[in-house]
């Protein structure tokens, strides 16, 4: 699974992506794609930076670079969420804004759903009892893509 980049024949040229996610036909709408890029930092440790790519709603990246929530339609009274919020697809085209050619680098994709009920909550409602307070009551569903290298 996963893949290999070609390298240009420079070395020079940015990679880019075109990512594309569609909704489960039952499941909950998109919240948002995320590219995960990761590289060997110069102590040897893995580093990693998340780039919001796609997303739903009219929402805007902040002066941090992070994205807004999407919002939160659970009941959790009833265990159910509507698909009010989100987008039933996402679609971009990425390219790294940070690429060395010189570093070695791999690659990602994660689509992030709306929140919807956890299973502690589906167990509240169906066995009648009372939701834990010290948990959380809703979830985020992600789907990941294998690998994409980058050997210089």
Aim: glycine residues 10%; aromatic residues 12%; without cysteine.
């Amino acid at each position: 699974m996963g893949g290999d980049l070609p390298v240009d024949k420079d070395g020079a040229v940015a990679p880019s992506f075109m990512v594309y996610a569609l909704r489960d036909p039952i499941g909950a709408n998109l919240d948002r794609i995320q590219v995960i890029k990761g590289w060997l930092g110069e102590n040897g440790q893995t580093q990693e930076k998340v780039y919001d790519v796609a997303w739903s709603g009219d929402r805007k990246l902040g002066p941090d670079g992070k994205l807004p929530p999407v919002g939160n339609t659970v009941d959790v009274a009833n265990a159910n969420w509507t698909n009010t919020i989100g987008s039933s697809e996402l679609e971009a085209v990425w390219t790294d804004p940070d690429f060395d050619p010189a570093q070695k680098a791999f690659y990602y994709t994660r689509v992030i759903e709306i929140p919807t009920p956890r299973w502690s909550t589906y167990d509240s409602f169906r066995f009648g009892i009372e939701v834990p307070e010290a948990g959380p009551t809703s979830t985020q569903e992600r789907a990941y893509t294998s690998p994409i290298w980058y050997t210089p």
